[in-house]
Nanobody, 122 residues
Framework: QVQLVESGGGLMQVGGSLRLSCAASGRTFSTYAMGWFRQAPGKEREFVAA????????SYAYSVKGRFTGSRDNALNTVYLQINSLKPEDTAVYYC???????????????WGQGTQVTVSS
């Protein structure tokens, strides 16, 4: 069992940056690939980034590539999502998820956090 808790969201300005964190419980964090997804009001949940258990392999949605960077610190049981050059369309609830393989498909992740709200204001 893995429990995930996201943090770092908030009200941000266009063009700003922020770093989301996702802290995981348990001693098996380093065996899980981690994904980041987001869900905007009235829209379906969408993939934004994923990182392998070692942190060496990363995958990004085309829409965020170059602005979003995923990383992880297995010693701290934490995964991060750095978001730069914020846009109003980045407004969403951001979720982290843990799974056995790096993938952009939500149904392949086993554990999910409760989400953190990011609002980008112009």
């Amino acid at each position: 069992q893995v429990q995930l808790v996201e943090s770092g969201g908030g009200l941000m300005q266009v063009g700003g940056s922020l770093r989301l964190s996702c802290a995981a419980s348990g001693r098996t964090f380093s065996t899980y690939a981690m994904g980041w997804f987001r869900q905007a009001p009235g829209k379906e949940r969408e993939f934004v980034a994923a990182i392998s258990n070692s942190g060496l392999i990363k995958s990004y949605a085309y829409s965020v590539k170059g602005r979003f960077t995923g990383s992880r610190d297995n010693a701290l049981n934490t995964v991060y999502l750095q978001i730069n050059s914020l846009k109003p369309e980045d407004t969403a609830v951001y979720y982290c998820a843990a799974g056995r393989t790096i993938t952009r498909y939500a149904h392949e992740y086993d554990y999910w956090g409760q989400g953190t709200q990011v609002t980008v204001s112009s």
